[in-house]
DNA sequence: CCCCAAAGATGACATAAATCATAGCATGCT
DNA sequence: AGCATGCTATGATTTATGTCATCTTTGGGG
């Protein structure tokens, strides 16, 4: 398990810093940065909290959450190995949404000014961190679509889909490689939990999944659960897991 | 109405390349971007299409949209003067969302390759583009929650509320600042069309909203609007429209 | 000016999903 | 091992919303 490292040692080829940084400032960068390490369940951020930086992720996997009202969270982004998250504008913004690792996780966070300085020098980091925003927020607008369309049977199956694209399947036994409790998937999709197990129940009669221990899920038939949310679209979702 | 201007004439005091820009490069851009003008209810560019650059709204009025199942659509965003649409990565990428006019509406398109030249030449213009998308990212992100945790009657009503402070409101008799048909607004909401009429009807009732020939409607009451989806964070809502 | 097409409103009914209640099952702890 | 706790599963019931049918209103064009 690799821990703190510096950016020369860093082997995360993901990390857009390292792949688009001068070696000038990959070197200014990693004096500044603050490396950090969290357990799972962990709190990274929490809404309403003062932006001062951004977060890159290392290693781990992270779930971005809003709060939504009686005690209800929204999932709106989940992220892991070199995404990015919690970047809010200069100025003094707060954070609209909190942030939880999902696993034991280590973060790079760098304040504002250091990646303003790093901005103006290093253009082609400014375009590809553009070009990730502008994915993100496509990414949304598309999920957007399913939250307001889909009813509780095709949002469960998207979900799941969603978990395998972002994090993959553990090559052995093809189980989904993050545990989320049915509240999580609740919690992606805006449905009850008791809903939740209804539809991952219906999908493990039907042979669309298969369920391992305490929530570990094998989508045995992703074809399957492809065909059930065709109809709005699934260019996101590809067959392999990445 | 001011229809085909050159950069340097234009007065739209929020285009973020007349502010961002050095002299040189915004007689370069003004030379190669193409200005198109359509009028209400035209189509802008269309999902599956290619992405050959990024629009600016020099005045006027676009929804975007994106085709759901059964021929449904999903309303994701809408911009107004000033505001960027239609960008994705350079590449082959192909639109995910359509997007049409709402009222007679004069658009700056310029290619990606102006734009990348741009950008690597004008780090203050990458840095407030990226600036940009990140806040629509974070706007998306709250809208996740609203579509996903909302009912009908708090979806309608955020749906107003979203119209007024993207449009504004007629400075005489309040009126929203756009005219959007009932189906509109349940592309907005993803609910179905008679749901939409029979949540407006109510909003009459209550007297929270007035409406006034065929679907302009007046937010009589914002602040028991505002209400009525309080739990849920509204931050984003102004009590004045901007 | 009147007619027509399209948009909007409204009632009745069917269905999906939330809510409530309770039982089963793992996991960690002593 | 055995208990306690929190997650999961499932049935019964209520509520919200989608669906279908019908009627009304609006605004533009002949």
Known sequence: MNKKVSCRECNNED????RHCTPDYLAKIGLKRVQIEHQAKDSIFREGGYVGGIYFIQHGKVKIIAHGG?????????????????HRGLGDDLYTVSAFALSDTVVCFIDNDTMYDAYMHN???????????????????????YLAQMNVREKVAEALLLIRDVFGTH??????????????????TGAMVEQVSRE????QKENLIAKTGRSGIVIT????????IKKYGTEQYATQPN
């Open 70 to 86: 009686d005690d209800r969270e929204q999932i709106v982004r989940m992220a892991t190995d070199g995404q990015i998250f919690g």
């Open 221 to 228: 038939n992703v074809n399957g659960m492809l065909e059930l």
């Open 200 to 203: 991952l129940g219906e999908f």
């Open 15 to 18: 990390c857009l810093i390292k």
């Open 123 to 145: 253009p082609k980091l400014t375009y590809q961190m553009l070009e990730f925003y502008s994915l993100e927020l496509q990414k949304a607008e598309v999920r957007m679509k």
């Open 171 to 188: 090559p052995a036994d093809g189980t989904l490689n993050v545990c989320l409790s049915r509240q999580e998937i609740a919690d992606m």
